[in-house]
């Protein structure tokens, strides 16, 4: 069996691309990472739900939408209505901003339990974990040669543990250079 880099590279590039927004989840993964908490936990169970999620979209949306037409198009105007409302909450905070401060001085620690349930929930009641992993990712993942679906959603999977080790681990390496940073201290 020969191995499909096009497959693979497609997967990684589609993956990545909607993994890397700043949305709830990447931005408590980057505190946590500042505040040098449970990191390994944190990269797993992002990377393992969002793999869980990608082969369940490139191997599952096919049958939904074959099965259940009317369902595709819940998901495409409820895809399209979501998006229409973060849009203009995006356009409403352009003139309303604010700044995420997060105080690492004074920052508690936190159980891995309460890390690992907020970790969950910033993931699965998130509808963007599912307009980009299950749906985004599992139609272009469908929508490749049968032989090519398994080489895209190894990529694709690729792109999520690259992404969320990196995120977690990254944010740990720079907690001094922000802080220098923010005090003008360069």
């Not at 990191?39 to 259940?68: P, Q």
């Not at 963007?128 to 049968?146: K, M, R």
Request: charged share 10%; proline share 3%; hydrophobic share 50%.
């Amino acid at each position: 069996m020969e191995i499909d880099f096009s497959g693979l590279l497609t997967g990684f590039v589609a993956s990545i691309s909607l993994i890397m927004a700043i949305g709830v989840q990447n931005a408590f993964i980057l505190k946590q990472g500042l505040k040098r908490q449970h990191l390994f936990l944190i990269a797993f169970t992002c990377s393992l739900c969002d793999s869980i999620l990608i082969v369940l979209g490139v191997s599952g949306i096919e049958i939904l939408t074959n099965d259940y037409p009317m369902l595709t198009k819940f998901m495409e105007w409820g895809g399209a209505l979501f998006l229409l409302a973060y849009g203009l909450r995006s356009f409403w905070s352009v003139f309303h901003p604010h700044i995420l401060v997060a105080s690492l001085e004074n920052a508690l620690p936190t159980s891995k339990m309460s890390t690992l349930l907020a970790l969950l929930g910033f993931t699965f009641l998130n509808p963007h974990t599912y307009i980009d992993t299950f749906l985004l990712l599992g139609t272009i993942g469908a929508e490749q040669e049968p032989h090519e679906q398994l080489y895209f959603m190894i990529g694709a999977v690729a792109a999520s543990v690259t992404w969320f080790f990196s995120l977690t681990y990254g944010a740990s390496k720079l907690v001094h250079f922000l802080k220098v940073h923010a005090l003008g201290k360069y």
